[in-house]
C-alpha cells in the first residue's frame, strides 16, 4: 500500500496544487500578458512609469480585476470538476470560462462598468493559454485516482484503463492522496470500514458508489436488472423529447441547402458507376417498437428488406458493396437520405440506430431488456456508434446495449 500510495503522490506533485495554479494563472496567464498590452499602449519610448499609469485609468483597472476575478472563479470550477466520475478537466476549460467571462461581460454592462476591451480579450486569452499549459502539465496524470474499499462488487472498478486505480489495506485516510473514496455502498462492512466511509464524507472527500464510476468512465451501464440499473421512472424526460424534436426539425430545415446538393452528388455517382436505383429502403425497428421504412443511399448492389436476420448483417470486406457504396459508407453520406425519416418523426439526429427489423427480434430473444433501447427515438448516429461502431455478434450487441442504456438514462438538455 504504501508503495503505491507514495507513487500516487509524486503523480500529483507540487504542480498539482491550488496554490501553483493560481500563481501560474494569475501571474502567467493575466499578469504579464496585460502587462505587456500597456508598455505597448504606453507607447514608444518604452516606459514602465506610463504603463503602470494607464493600467491604473478606470477602464483598464476595472478589466484587470474583473479578469482575475474570472480566473479565479473558472479555476475554483475546474479543481471542483476533476472529482467527477469520467469528466475531461481539459474539455471543460473553454466552456466555463465562457461561462465566467459571459457573467463579467454581463456585470460591466448591468453596471455601466468603464472596461477595455483590450484588457479583458488579453486576459480571456492569456487565462485560457495558462490553464491548457497546466492541463498539458497534467497529462501524464490519467486521471482521478480512486481508492476502492474492499468489498461487494467494487472489484469490478479494479479493470480499469481510464483512470488509476487503488485498492485501500486497511481504514485509514492518513496519507491519503487527492482521491475519491469508492465502495458498493449496498455490500457489507466490518465496522471500521463504516466508520472509514463516514469520516471520509465528513473530511469533505468525494465518496462514490461503484456503479456510478463504472458508468462515468465507461460510458457504459451495466444490464442486470432495470431496478439496479438507476433508471427512475424507467421512461425518459417527456419535456425532453419534445424539446429535442423541435431542435431536430430546427436542424433538418435549417441544414436542407447543404443536404440537397450532397444527396444530388451522391445519386449521380451511384448512377455513373452501375446504372442502378439510387435509393434503398429497408424495414427498421423503431421509436416505442414500431416499425418504419428507414431511407438509405444505396451502397451494395444487392440487398433485402430486412426482414432476413443473415442477409441483413453487412460483414467486413462484403462482396455486395459497391465501390462507391464503399466510399458512401466510410463518411456516413449514404445516411443522409435519413433526414426525410427526421422530418416524418421516425427518428432524431442523435440516438440509438434503429435496427433491421430480423435482427431486433432476434436480439430481442437473446438479451434481456433489448426491447427498452427503443423508448427513445433512433438516430442517425449515437453513443454507441461513437464509443464502438459497426457489431454484428450477440456479445458485441450486448455491449452497444450497455452504450445504448447509457445515452437513455443520462439524456438531458
Not at 486497511?170 to 458498493?184: E, F, H, Q, T, Y
Not at 456503479?211 to 425532453?240: C, M, R
Not at 438479451?367 to 453513443?383: A, D, L
Request: glycine content about 8%; proline content about 5%.
Amino acid at each position: 500500500m504504501s508503495v503505491a500510495l507514495s507513487s500516487a503522490i509524486v503523480r500529483r506533485g507540487f504542480h498539482h496544487s491550488l496554490r501553483f495554479e493560481l500563481i501560474f494563472v494569475l501571474l502567467c496567464g493575466v499578469a504579464l500578458p496585460v502587462l505587456a498590452l500597456s508598455i505597448v499602449q504606453a507607447g514608444a519610448p518604452v516606459s514602465l512609469a506610463r504603463a503602470v499609469n494607464w493600467l491604473l485609468q478606470a477602464p483598464a483597472a476595472n478589466s484587470v480585476v474583473g479578469v482575475s476575478l474570472c480566473a479565479l472563479g473558472v479555476i475554483l470550477v475546474l479543481r471542483r470538476l476533476r472529482f467527477y466520475p469520467g469528466v475531461a478537466v481539459a474539455r471543460s476549460i473553454l466552456p466555463v470560462s465562457a461561462v465566467a467571462f459571459g457573467l463579467l461581460v454581463a456585470v460591466i454592462v448591468s453596471f455601466r462598468l468603464d472596461y477595455s476591451t483590450k484588457v479583458l480579450a488579453t486576459g480571456l486569452i492569456g487565462f485560457v493559454a495558462a490553464r491548457f499549459a497546466i492541463a498539458a502539465m497534467h497529462s501524464r496524470t490519467k486521471g482521478l485516482l480512486y481508492c476502492l474499499v474492499p468489498g461487494g462488487r467494487v472489484e469490478l472498478l479494479a479493470e480499469l484503463r481510464s483512470a488509476p486505480v487503488l485498492v485501500l489495506q486497511r481504514p485509514s485516510l492518513k496519507n491519503l492522496p487527492d482521491c475519491a473514496i469508492v465502495a458498493d455502498v449496498y455490500g457489507e462492512f466490518a465496522p471500521e470500514w463504516e466508520r472509514f466511509l463516514a469520516d471520509a464524507a465528513i473530511s469533505g472527500r468525494p465518496v462514490y458508489h461503484y456503479k456510478q464510476v463504472w458508468e462515468a468512465e465507461t460510458g457504459k451501464v451495466q444490464i442486470d436488472h432495470l431496478s439496479e440499473n438507476g433508471f427512475g421512472a424507467l421512461v425518459p424526460s417527456l419535456a425532453y423529447q419534445k424539446a429535442k424534436r423541435v431542435l431536430d426539425l430546427t436542424l433538418c430545415l435549417s441544414l436542407l441547402p447543404v443536404i440537397v446538393p450532397l444527396i444530388a452528388a451522391c445519386a449521380v455517382a451511384i448512377k455513373w458507376r452501375d446504372r442502378g436505383t439510387v435509393f434503398f429502403c429497408q424495414r427498421r425497428m423503431g421509436f416505442r417498437g414500431k416499425e418504419f421504412d428507414v431511407l438509405k443511399l444505396r451502397t451494395m448492389g444487392e440487398g433485402q428488406n430486412g426482414q432476413d436476420r443473415d442477409l441483413s448483417i453487412t460483414r467486413s470486406r462484403d462482396a455486395r458493396v459497391t465501390r462507391v457504396g464503399a466510399f458512401l459508407r466510410r463518411t456516413r453520406l449514404d445516411e443522409l437520405p435519413q433526414v426525410v425519416n427526421i422530418l416524418r418523426g421516425e427518428m432524431s439526429w442523435i440516438g440509438p440506430r434503429p435496427e433491421v427489423v430480423g435482427l431486433s427480434e432476434w436480439y430481442e430473444s437473446k438479451i434481456p431488456f433489448y426491447r427498452y433501447r427503443h423508448i427513445v427515438r433512433p438516430g442517425i448516429s449515437g453513443w454507441a456508434q461513437v464509443n464502438q461502431g459497426h457489431v454484428s455478434e450477440v456479445s458485441e450487441v450486448d455491449e452497444k446495449l450497455q452504450y445504448d442504456f447509457y445515452y437513455v438514462k443520462n439524456l438531458s438538455y
